[in-house]
């Protein structure tokens, strides 16, 4: 095949891009700053990052992706031709782009994104589902006739699903993850604080001191806001029990959904999963004891992948480096002929 092989995670969070044979590129914030008033694009990724609620009014700040969904197609076209030419430069052939999308998404949703990878300056696109990817990367043989359950914990939403012979047997994606988790420790600061904190100190707190179980010994930070009375700056200590307190519904509610799909599960993969365990993927996974909450929950053994936040892009990564792989579970790249022809 000519041309360069990209891969694409776009998560809520960050967007992640590989070039096959040379590893991880780009890993920076899905965001995207505009000028308001004639709509250029001002900055990208980490550069935009540091705008988002610091930006004055000249300014528009934009995260394109809400709980795993595209709902700003233009805003996505921008970021991926960005990084499309900053990962070929001035190559002749265009590349071929392999993205990743939820198992739950509609046949209309996977055939969007695919002519909006072409327009982008792909020369062919391919849709991999996050979860198969997230396996892979995890370091699963997902052609093993035994079942895996795969937890991939996002920004914007929890992907959840059992993997066996190369296909998802079940699946269910939740609107909870770990921006879930971070407005529900906005909201703990305003109530019990009386303090307003944004969204990237509710972030910082939650990698500090966040935890899914009782820590024997407390661990505390403090986060600088405004009063909520007085508007003055005002700065507040958090603690690991604080936070606990905070998320532990949300917590539950994605233990919920691990268990309402296991409910739908045949009784021989749910002896499987019983054997093989559960694998937690995603950004969500580095959340101090995630994995004894969910085994505590579900009695089934449970463990965190190895850098967890890169599983996906790294099982993309396998996929475009074998190309009997990618064959034998369904996925081709697809040109904007053979995109237009699946439409008619």
Same mark, same amino acid.
């Given at each position: ?5 990209? =891969? ?7 967007? /992640?891009? @590989? +070039? ?40 528009? +700040?934009?995260?394109? !992706?809400?709980? =795993? ?14 990084? !499309? ?30 002519? /909006? ?48 012979? =190369? ?6 994606? /939740? ?33 500090? +001191? ?21 508007? @003055?700056?005002?700065? !507040? ?23 309402? @799909? ?16 559960? !694998? ?65």
């Amino acid at each position: 095949m000519l041309g360069t092989k990209i =891969g694409f995670d776009l998560g809520t969070s960050s967007t /992640l891009a @590989l +070039v096959d044979g040379k590893g991880v590129r780009v890993n920076e914030p899905s965001v995207i700053a505009y000028d308001t008033f004639d709509e250029k694009t001002v900055a990208i990724g980490n550069r935009a990052q540091e705008m988002l609620g610091r930006s004055p009014d000249s300014i528009t +700040v934009v995260q394109p !992706i809400k709980n =795993g969904s595209i709902y700003d197609y233009e805003a996505i076209r921008n970021i991926l031709t960005y990084y !499309i030419e900053k990962l070929c430069g001035n190559k002749i052939f265009k590349p071929s782009v392999a993205l990743c999308v939820p198992a739950n998404v509609t046949a209309l949703e996977k055939r969007s994104v695919l002519d /909006l990878t072409v327009s982008s300056g792909a020369a062919r696109a391919c849709i991999i589902d996050e979860a198969l990817a997230a396996a892979l990367g995890a370091g699963v043989d997902i052609n093993d006739n035994k079942g895996t359950m795969i937890v991939d914990i996002g920004g914007g939403t929890t992907d959840i699903a059992v993997i066996t012979k =190369g296909c998802i047997a079940e699946s269910i994606s /939740l609107p909870i993850a770990g921006n879930t988790l971070d407005e529900d420790i906005i909201r703990f600061a305003k109530r019990e604080k009386g303090t307003v904190i944004g969204e990237v100190t509710a972030e910082s707190v939650k990698s500090q +001191v966040g935890s899914a179980v009782e820590l024997d010994a407390e661990i505390a930070v403090r986060a600088v806001g405004k009063d909520y009375v007085t508007k @003055l700056p005002k700065s !507040i200590e958090i603690s690991s029990s604080d936070v606990y307190s905070a998320i532990s519904d949300s917590l539950n509610k994605i233990v919920d959904g691990i268990k309402r @799909l296991l409910r739908g599960t045949s009784g021989e993969l749910t002896a499987d999963l019983f054997a093989n365990g559960i !694998i937690i993927t995603g950004g969500g996974a580095n959340l101090m004891g995630i994995d004894k909450f969910i085994e505590q929950n579900t009695d089934i053994r449970t463990r965190c992948a190895e850098n967890p936040e890169l599983c996906v892009i790294n099982g993309i990564g396998i996929l475009l480096d074998d190309e009997n792989l990618m064959r034998d579970n369904g996925y081709e790249f697809k040109s904007y002929m053979d995109i237009k022809e699946t439409e008619e």
